[in-house]
């Protein structure tokens, strides 16, 4: 069945520093890939969403390509803020109504 | 600013008890899910409506939970019996239309089963 895949659960890092949250994904059918952004006591937003293969799309700093070769939508920002702290979700759509969504991933930002 | 509406923002029930929670969607979008994320961060489907009927539901939906979404009222999720594992974060979300659409999350109600 369709899954997606985030390696890293907690990733900390000092501000200014790059960052990449890693995403997989393994599916049937055509993808529609999104990253969204869970503040603490917050309702997830969308950050970012792809359907097109080797396309980069950016959003607030961040930015991801969708390869389809590599079933991979990473997640990336070349100078981290401390507001940046926050969970981030890959999630795929793919042949039904349901969304697939990775385990997320725990970004923290030390002054 | 989230435009999904979700009360209560806590609930607490002991094991046994019904837990009743609410979520008015983002005007004009017919297409509503409910999530169960818990201590894990982990996100479940639960169902999903689109206008007043429902699309998709998994098996816990169907045994336990109950969940409608009314015209001209709030969608609601229902536990007609609390355990303790229904402890989480429940959140609804909508959606304009369609499968690729970005989804558009409440801030949650957080249950407690004492």
């Known amino acids: 069945g369709d899954s997606v895949t985030q390696t890293e659960g907690l990733v900390t890092l000092t501000k200014g520093l790059p960052v990449m949250l890693n995403c997989t994904y393994q599916t049937t059918y055509s993808p529609f890939l999104f990253w969204y952004v869970q503040h603490l006591n917050e309702a997830p937003k969308l950050l970012l969403k792809?359907?097109?293969?080797?396309k980069r799309t950016e959003h607030q700093g961040f930015y991801a390509t969708l390869h389809k070769s590599s079933s991979s939508f990473h997640l990336q920002k070349s100078s981290v803020q401390l507001s940046d702290s926050a969970l981030y979700f890959c999630v795929l759509s793919s042949g039904s109504w349901q969304l697939i969504f990775g385990s997320g991933t725990q970004l923290t930002v030390m002054p | 600013n989230s435009k999904v509406i979700q009360t209560p923002r806590y609930l607490v029930k002991g094991q046994g008890q019904k837990a009743k929670m609410r979520c008015i969607p983002e005007k004009g979008h017919p297409v509503v899910f409910w999530y169960q994320q818990n201590k894990n961060n982990e996100f479940k489907f639960l169902i999903n409506?689109?206008?007043?009927?429902?699309?998709?539901q998994i098996d816990m939906t169907e045994k336990r939970f109950s969940a409608e979404c009314p015209s001209n009222s709030p969608c609601s999720l229902e536990i007609q019996s609390s355990e303790a594992g229904d402890s989480a974060l429940y959140l609804c979300?909508?959606?304009?239309?369609?499968?690729?659409?970005?989804?558009?999350f409440g801030s949650g109600t957080r249950l407690t089963v004492l």
């Open positions: 792809s359907s097109t293969d080797n």
């Open positions: 979300a909508s959606s304009p239309q369609g499968r690729a659409e970005t989804l558009y």
């Open positions: 409506f689109q206008n007043q009927e429902v699309l998709q």
